[in-house]
């Protein structure tokens, strides 16, 4: 099994950049797809963007042109380029596998980590 491990949060401006790490242990990492969520207080977990092992990629409407999703195989990492960071972006950022249909499908077996926290300050 894939085991994930998710850094590079931290506090930044509005209109800054981050860029997550999601570190995979497991020789399987490049057999599957990853999705990063994240969870705003008081709020649902949302699926932000996707990759297949394939390098195929789709993103919410809401970070679409703001974030970039891509993959390492060598280096068994996932990044999230995020730029053009907004308050409304704060949250606490998660990564999973998955598989990949039209989208990327968490699989539901997958356990959580414990996330990395992203902080906007307008």
């Known amino acids: 099994q894939v085991q994930l491990v998710e850094s590079g949060g931290g506090l930044v401006q509005a209109g800054g950049s981050l860029r997550l790490s999601c570190a995979a242990s497991?020789?399987?990492?490049?057999?599957?797809?990853i999705g990063w969520y994240r969870q705003a207080p008081g709020k649902q977990r949302e699926l932000v963007a996707g990759i297949s092992n394939d390098g195929r990629s789709s993103y919410d409407v809401s970070v679409q042109g703001r974030f970039t999703i891509s993959r390492d195989n060598a280096k068994n990492t996932v990044y999230l380029q995020m730029n053009s960071l907004k308050p409304e972006d704060t949250a606490v950022y998660y990564c999973t596998r998955g598989t990949w249909g039209v989208m990327f499908r968490r699989d539901p077996f997958a356990p959580w980590g414990q996330g990395t926290q992203v902080t906007v300050s307008s």
């Open positions: 497991g020789s399987s990492f490049r057999l599957v797809s």
